[in-house]
């Protein structure tokens, strides 16, 4: 993602939600496959493999962006994996056309990820 793009969905994330740079230390995961997971809201969507960086954060936990694009109800559409501070917390995909309120919970068990 490119400084400029960055920087118009902090700005429109920020209207509607407690959003922050994320912490310098913050690691970027690696999912080793694709996984598809349903979620109540958006379907069935696909998350490719490959390294999600960290974009940017809120109280709740972190918005990593894919490498590609996801696929919902087969559409490609830019967003990512949402990992909770809170270790009970359900996982989430988000798009980045919809913002921070785009967060629609993974059902079934977590994305499995690594540092």
């Not at 913002?99 to 068990?109: A, I």
Request: proline share 10%; aromatic share 12%; glycine share 6%.
């Amino acid at each position: 993602m490119t400084f400029s793009r960055l920087t118009l969905v902090i700005a429109a994330l920020s209207l509607s939600a407690c959003v922050a740079p994320v912490a310098p230390d913050t690691r970027p995961i690696i999912l080793d496959a694709s996984y598809t997971r349903n979620t109540f809201e958006a379907g069935s969507v696909v998350f490719p493999k490959g390294v999600y960086q960290p974009t940017f954060q809120t109280r709740g936990g972190v918005y990593y962006e894919a490498p590609t694009v996801l696929i919902s109800a087969g559409n490609p559409a830019r967003g990512g994996l949402f990992i909770p501070h809170d270790p009970s917390a359900k996982q989430s995909c988000w798009f980045e056309i919809l913002g921070p309120n785009s967060r629609f919970t993974v059902l079934r068990e977590p994305i499995p990820y690594h540092y």
